[in-house]
């Protein structure tokens, strides 16, 4: 392969000031981050400890293998929503390595309104789960939990992708053979109860874990009858009684110990063959990618320029090279693992469409797992694009995304804006796993381009009533949807919404793809299979 030649000057003055201006929404960035994991009432804190309960993040450091990362998924969920009282939803879930296996971990927040369960707990808990669907992943649930925030019960009962399909997605995955384990660390009420219930294998932790389906308030209100927590669902009752536990533990960390020893047996099926080469860094230094990272959107940036700080010995085997080059298209190693590479370089014209189409197929004709790079305004628009048929070439990029059948990964590094998302493997196309940058941004269209539109409906509408659109009412339009989008356009809009998996440092991108990758081999890539492209 050929190593990607950098035309970026590290030293002029407009790369230091994207520099500068990066690390400030980076340092911003990571204060939220601490701020999720950390900033907890004193009072919370305290009665946790007390009760000699390690916290939500410290069971999982004990519960993987030692010196392993841990990828925290959507660690800003309902970032600036609900006044800030549910730091990551009240609930950390991610990819981890337990004895060599990668398995993915759920685990309750107890000192974030006692564990319980809003809107975005909630999808946090099903994306995760459909992590493990997607890459034959086993579920660790660290359960300690209220069950459902009770305000807010018509957003998280009764919908199909609410509380309920926890159980029903549990059911499914142990049908495939995909291990459930619950480990009873705290409270489990109500349909909580059935998180332990449903898992192959259940430990609970002696006199910290109860699992009841009505706690002793609701039972002594129902029946009269008055009994303690301990009495009613402890872990003694549990693994001597009624069977609803497997595992007696101790404490926190002899529940975790057991739960590592369930997988020092664990015998999973056969994975996926991917061929790995020795991992190399790249030759441009990952951090240049400070002075990289789009933050005036008006400047464009080479993303060839990005690849070449992301790929292994920044090596790249481009498709295509002269050919549509607002889409760069090509074969990398991404520590070890190859991936084919999708980068926006522009707007998509149909000849970009045919090519990212044309790649997308190699690409599942050799099984090898895409990555792809948004920074996308979108599709070329226009009375000749349109005459071309645009809209026709348009759609087999976005068959091809659709019914690709390799695992998908995606980076928006900048902008993603229209049908671009669309084709560039946005949420929508199930890529595996959808990463963000804390610079990127995620609209319909640019701010700009909506209060555009909107003041020219609002005028043909006023025409057409023989009036004018005044100034001050076009400002006021424009100010208002600027803002509009200026907020619901930003990468924290998005993660606290689960539109995405999380927001990353861009040096940790190599990483993180390469950790997806392996958890994607758990699973046999299936073959292409296409329906019709419209030709
Ligand atoms: N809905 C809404 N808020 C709840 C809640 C629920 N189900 N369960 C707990 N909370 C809130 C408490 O009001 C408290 O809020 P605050 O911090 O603003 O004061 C916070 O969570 C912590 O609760 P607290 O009872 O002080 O903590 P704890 O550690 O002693 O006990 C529980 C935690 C979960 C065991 C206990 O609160 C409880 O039994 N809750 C009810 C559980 C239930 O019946 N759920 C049924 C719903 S499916």
Not at 376 to 384: D, L, S, V, Y
Not at 409 to 415: E, P
Not at 429 to 457: C, H, R
Not at 486 to 502: F, H, K, M, V
């Amino acid at each position: 392969m050929k190593r990607i030649v950098s035309q970026v000057k590290t030293s002029s003055a407009e790369f230091k000031e994207n520099k500068t201006a990066f690390l400030e929404i980076l340092s911003e960035y990571r204060e939220n981050l601490e701020n999720v994991a950390e900033k907890r009432s004193e009072s919370s804190l305290k009665k946790h400890r007390s009760r000699g309960k390690l916290l939500a993040r410290e069971r999982i450091d004990l519960l993987i293998d030692p010196n392993t990362p841990f990828l925290e998924l959507s660690a800003l969920a309902a970032f600036n929503m609900y006044e800030n009282e549910f730091p990551s939803a009240g609930i950390i879930t991610g990819i981890g390595v337990i004895h060599g296996n990668e398995v993915i971990i759920i685990a309750n927040d107890a000192t974030v309104k006692g564990g319980t369960y809003i809107k975005e707990s909630i999808k946090k808990h099903i994306r995760a789960q459909k992590i493990a669907f997607d890459n034959r992943l086993p579920c660790i649930y660290l359960v300690d939990s209220g069950g459902i925030f009770l305000p807010e019960q018509s957003n998280v009962f009764p919908d199909r992708f609410d509380f309920g399909r926890f159980f029903y997605n549990q059911a499914r995955l142990s049908g495939l053979r995909i291990p459930q384990i619950a480990i009873v660390m705290g409270s489990c009420t109500a349909g909580g109860a059935y998180v332990p219930a449903m898992s192959d294998e259940t430990i609970i932790v002696r006199d910290q874990g109860t699992i009841f389906i009505g706690g002793p308030p609701l039972v002594k209100a129902a029946t009269g009858e008055e009994v303690t927590a301990e009495e009613l669902g402890g872990a003694f009752v549990h693994t001597h009684k009624s069977g609803v536990a497997d595992h007696l533990a101790e404490n926190d960390q002899h529940a975790l110990q057991i739960c590592r020893n369930i997988f020092e047996n664990y015998n999973p099926e056969q994975k996926q063959k991917l061929k790995k080469f020795s991992s190399e860094e790249p030759f441009y230094s990952p951090e240049e990618l400070y002075g990289l990272a789009p933050i005036d959107y008006r400047k464009s940036v080479d993303s060839k320029e990005i690849i070449a700080r992301m790929v292994d010995g920044s090596l790249f085997h481009e498709f295509k090279e002269n050919y549509a080059p607002t889409l760069i298209t090509g074969f990398a190693r991404i520590m070890g693992y190859p991936v084919g590479i999708l980068a926006n370089n522009g707007v998509i014209y149909s000849e970009t469409s045919l090519k990212g189409a044309h790649f997308i197929e190699l690409c599942g004709q050799r099984k090898i797992p895409i990555l792809f790079l948004q920074n996308i305004t979108g599709f070329i628009i226009g009375k000749q694009y349109e005459h071309n048929g645009i809209v026709r070439d348009g759609a087999k990029f976005v068959h091809a995304v659709a019914n690709a059948n390799v695992p998908k990964f995606t980076v928006i590094f900048g902008g993603s804006f229209g049908a671009g998302n669309y084709a560039m493997a946005g949420r929508a196309y199930d890529p595996k796993l959808l990463f963000m940058w804390p610079n990127s941004k995620i609209s319909v269209m640019g701010g700009e381009q909506a209060a555009d539109v909107l003041i020219t409906v609002k005028q043909d509408q006023f025409k057409a009533k023989g009036e004018e659109l005044s100034i001050e009412e076009k400002e006021k339009i424009k100010s208002e949807i600027l803002n509009k989008y200026n907020n619901e356009g930003s990468a924290y809009y998005s993660t606290a919404r689960l539109w995405d998996d999380g927001i990353i440092d861009p040096i940790d991108t190599r990483k993180i793809i390469a950790m997806g990758i392996a958890a994607s081999l758990n699973k046999e890539y299936p073959d292409p299979n296409y329906g019709v492209f419209r030709m």
